[in-house]
């Protein structure tokens, strides 16, 4: 099993819209979450990360994290046709371990 | 700062030869890592240097050496490449202190076709 998973998609919303993003995961020992976008043939660029519970904000961007329903969840305000793109969600390494978990990531359409 | 640099951005081999692909970030990182990624399959972990003078497989080691040359440099080497090699290469680093549990910047990536 996956450690996180995400839906695939596409995800297609209007432009203008809130795109709710989602990931879970199940290592409860995790402490810190990432949001990558990845266009079409080029690279994962971070656009977010989260170590608490709640909500982070940044611009348009909220991230939010739930340890105990252990998701954690991206909400695009105002989308634009620019953040179509594919989203990749992230567990930081624990436990002593060097290695993160990438989720396959959920491929945003936003349409004008 | 240029951040994570790769070299080269393509390259076509044929079945059997070698190659080593390059890698160096200047945000002076501790860890720094290997991946492929191809259609439908997300991002799998080559490689792995944790720090300087380590280094360690991840998910899918098989037809690969790495080499962390010093702390800015780490390198992944086909010795004979397959086509089953034939992926997107990306490097990253992390700002990960102890454990490990930083955030990755990627490099442009490698786009390597095994004919």
């Known amino acids: 099993q996956k450690e996180v998973e995400q839906n695939s998609g596409p995800l297609s919303v209007p432009e203008g819209a809130i795109a709710s993003l989602n990931c879970t995961y199940s290592?409860?020992?995790?402490?810190?979450f990432f949001w990558y976008r990845q266009y079409s043939g080029k690279s994962p660029e971070l656009i977010m990360s989260?170590?608490?519970?709640g909500d982070k904000e940044d611009g348009r961007f909220t991230a939010q994290l739930n340890k105990a329903s252990q998701y954690v969840s991206l909400l695009i305000r105002d989308s634009q046709p620019s953040d179509s793109a594919t989203y990749l969600c992230?567990?930081?390494?624990?436990?002593?371990?060097?290695?993160?978990?990438f989720g396959r990531g959920t491929s945003l359409i936003v349409h004008p | 700062n240029a951040g994570v640099t790769q070299t080269p951005k393509f390259q076509v081999l044929k079945t059997g030869q070698s190659m080593t692909l390059q890698c160096a970030q200047d945000m002076n990182h501790n860890s720094m890592y290997w991946y492929r990624q191809d259609p439908g399959m997300g991002l799998r972990l080559i490689y792995y240097s944790a720090s300087e003078g380590t280094t360690d497989k991840g998910e899918v080691p098989n037809g690969y050496n790495v080499s962390r040359l010093n702390k800015r440099e780490f390198s992944l080497r086909l010795e004979s490449a397959a086509p089953s090699q034939t992926s997107v290469y990306f490097c990253a680093s992390s700002e990960a202190g102890s454990g490990g549990g930083g955030a990755q910047y990627f490099g442009p990536g490698t786009r390597l076709l095994v004919l």
């Open positions: 992230a567990r930081g390494a624990s436990g002593g371990s060097y290695i993160p978990t």
């Open positions: 989260i170590y608490s519970n």
């Open positions: 290592d409860r020992g995790s402490q810190s």
